[in-house]
């Protein structure tokens, strides 16, 4: 059974720091995965997906790695922004693309001004 | 607004009744995802549908749960005899299969159970 962990579950820096959230997996046979914001009582905001074969995504402040071999990705921000205080979730559709996503719990991010 | 929506985004109800929440996807997306979040936890996965056809449902849902997608279009969520433990964040998702299979979030339907 695919498992989702994320570290830290809670993370404070002051704003302009540049900082790494964790996500780990359990079974390497992975189809895809997603980065996700997510803000206090919204709903998920798709920040990147990384496909199986690829080694990274980039979206403006944002780069997400993925390491499938050894079941890990990080989702890396530049020059944090108190407007980037959320909780960021991580998500991983096994192997045939054809079951849903199992997430993480999530780590919540405050950018201190 | 293209985006995936939701209806309604509150619920408050009393233990022992019955809701239903509706879902419109993404329009040309083929798939559609109901998941179940609650306070400090990622989304947890309830059932899913291609076209009008259900074709997975988690132990997490219950006998109480009902989830139907008529002609592929709009799904809805039901609910019956709703207990204190359905309260929580009901999201829906849509996607296309075979397009990478990324999926779109809906605002979601706080459900509180008194």
């Known amino acids: 059974k695919q498992e989702v962990t994320q570290i830290p579950a809670a993370l404070s820096v002051p704003e302009g720091e540049n900082l790494v959230l964790n996500c780990s997996f359990t079974?390497?046979?992975?189809?895809?995965l997603q980065w996700f914001r997510q803000d206090p009582g919204k709903g998920l905001t798709s920040l990147l997906l990384?496909?199986?074969?690829?080694r990274e995504q980039t979206s403006g402040r944002l780069n997400a790695s993925l390491d499938k071999s050894s079941g890990r990705s990080t989702l890396y921000i530049a020059a944090s922004q108190p407007g980037d205080s959320a909780t960021y979730l991580c998500?991983?559709?096994?192997?045939?693309?054809?079951?849903?996503?199992?997430f993480g719990k999530g780590t919540r991010l405050s950018v201190i001004a | 607004d293209t985006g995936v929506s939701q209806d309604p985004r509150h619920k408050i109800t009393k233990r022992g009744q019955n809701v239903t929440f509706r879902c419109d996807p993404i329009?040309?997306?083929?798939?559609l995802y109901w998941y179940r979040q609650t306070l400090g936890q990622g989304p947890e996965f309830l059932t899913y549908?291609?076209?009008?056809?259900?074709?997975?449902k988690s132990r997490l849902l219950s006998d109480r749960f009902s989830a139907e997608r008529p002609k592929g279009s709009f799904s809805t969520l039901e609910i019956q005899r709703t207990e204190q433990g359905d309260s929580a964040m009901y999201l829906c998702?849509?996607?296309?299969?075979?397009?990478?299979?990324?999926?779109?979030f809906g605002p979601g339907t706080r459900l509180t159970v008194t």
């Open positions: 990384i496909q199986s074969s690829q």
């Open positions: 549908f291609q076209n009008e056809a259900q074709l997975e």
């Open positions: 998500a991983v559709s096994p192997s045939s693309g054809n079951t849903p996503l199992v």
């Open positions: 998702a849509s996607s296309l299969a075979g397009a990478g299979y990324e999926q779109y």
């Open positions: 079974d390497s046979a992975i189809y895809n």
């Open positions: 329009s040309e997306h083929n798939r």
